[in-house]
């Protein structure tokens, strides 16, 4: 390996380890998506500080194999077959959340200075890792998807636990069970 190589491989290592050590530690301490948002914050810092975090572009493919790996091997025979009360409530939030990205992704780039790739992307109803893999190979940009869907996560995560424990009460006080 050359000079070039040799230092590209030990950033690679580097950034590989910063963000094992992230997602660990946010695994450890229990915070939701810790493993990932753990990864993501450590790689920001390190490379906000040292500008030195990078993965090439050709680990994109294998990183979006492995998510289908993920997923696929967590469906069962079971889940294929109750997909059949799933069709008609299925489409009604597909086409919903379709038309509500449309709108909003169009408000985000009519009222930001975001390329529309780029909006409709972040105010998908997706995940944050898939939408900023998928705004790359679009055309968007993958860091205000990957920070605007962080900022839904965050809030999301921050508020589900309240809502939850207010709708258990209300149940409760209700007569409804817990």
Request: glycine content about 10%.
């Amino acid at each position: 390996l050359g000079r070039t190589e040799t230092t590209m491989a030990w950033q690679i290592v580097l950034t590989l380890i910063v963000a094992a050590c992230g997602g660990l530690l946010g695994r450890k301490a229990k915070i939701p998506a810790g493993t990932m948002l753990g990864a993501l914050l450590f790689t920001i810092v390190f490379n906000v500080i040292v500008n030195k975090a990078y993965i090439p572009g050709d680990f994109r493919p294998w990183l979006q194999m492995l998510s289908g790996i993920l997923l696929g091997s967590g469906i069962s025979r079971r889940d294929v077959r109750e997909l059949k009360y799933l069709i008609v409530p299925g489409i009604v939030m597909v086409v919903n959340m379709i038309i509500l990205n449309v709108i909003f992704g169009y408000l985000m780039f009519r009222f930001s200075s975001l390329d529309l790739p780029t909006s409709l992307l972040a105010t998908a109803p997706g995940g944050m890792t898939d939408m900023a893999l998928i705004a790359a190979e679009r055309g968007g940009e993958m860091m205000p998807v990957t920070i605007l869907h962080l900022a839904r996560l965050l809030i999301i995560y921050a508020l589900l636990p309240w809502i939850f424990a207010r709708l258990r009460q209300y149940q409760t006080a209700n007569g409804k069970g817990a």
